[in-house]
């Protein structure tokens, strides 16, 4: 039997871009997929949108939370896929053929990761991620690979549910990298895909709070990689913060 997949999309007063994101959705060839809504108790037309195809979601939650990463452990902690899979109000899954194409291989992967599609909220095209930077995810990814930044977009990253911890809600902005590093200490085998996963919409919560986000990822690498090697990543990930932000 083919793997299932929990596909969760987490979304609040989403209205201009829930839409093509549950349409990502939808339009996978691949037959075993469990999709989890969960709605931040949304006052725009969010749940309207959403409730015109109900039918095709598997669990649809629509209750205040305590922000994005608590929201994500909601979804999380009512998926029964094999495999689970973030995508969230904005982004959408690269095009109708990526699980198929993933499963045909037959490699029994704990995480399946590959480059993203930059898009802006209108979908248009921007760039890949690795044409960013240092953005580049590395043919064997693991936990190191992340000591200087999110070299992959947890859109673009699958893994199996019996890895995947829930999301440390005391990082703010970054628990996504933290939870993307946890998956990697647990994983056996990582196998990085020819083809992007996922459409990325720019415009995230840690790209609005800039600086936040480098003190939030300074305490996060220094729980993981310990603070000389911290120190040591951390110097490069500044520089190209502050480069980002005198160039706009």
């Known amino acids: 039997m083919k793997p299932k997949v929990s596909i969760i999309t987490v979304v609040f007063n989403g209205e201009n871009i829930i839409e093509k994101t549950m349409q990502s959705v939808f339009a996978q060839t691949y037959p075993n997929i469990e999709y989890i809504i969960v709605d931040g108790k949304s006052t725009d037309k969010t749940l309207q949108i959403i409730e015109k195809y109900r039918e ?13 990463y608590d929201a994500m452990n909601k979804g999380l902690a009512v998926a029964t896929g094999d495999y689970v899979w973030f995508m969230n109000g904005g982004d959408q899954i690269n095009d109708a053929e990526v699980l198929t194409k993933i499963f045909s291989q037959k490699i029994d992967a704990d995480i399946f990761y590959s480059d993203t599609n930059l898009i802006d909220e209108e979908g248009k095209y921007l760039s890949l991620l690795s044409e960013i930077g240092h953005n580049n995810a590395p ?17 673009s990253f699958i893994a199996k549910r019996d890895i995947a911890s829930p999301f440390n809600l005391k990082y703010k902005i970054s628990a996504d990298i933290d939870w993307v590093i946890k998956c990697l200490k647990k994983s056996k085998l990582t196998h990085k895909l020819d083809f992007c996963l996922s459409k990325f919409m ?8 800039r600086w936040r986000a480098v003190r939030e990822r300074f305490v996060l690498f220094n ?19 502050v480069k980002t932000a005198f160039s706009r």
């Open 56 to 68: 095709k979601i598997s669990v649809l939650i629509s209750e205040k939370d305590k922000g994005l």
């Open 139 to 155: 043919d064997n990814l693991t936990y190191k690979s992340m000591q200087r930044g999110m070299v992959v977009c947890h859109q």
């Open 202 to 209: 720019v415009g995230g919560v840690s790209s609005k709070n």
């Open 223 to 241: 729980e993981h990689f310990g603070v000389v090697r911290n120190l040591y990543n951390h110097v490069f990930v500044l520089f190209r913060v």
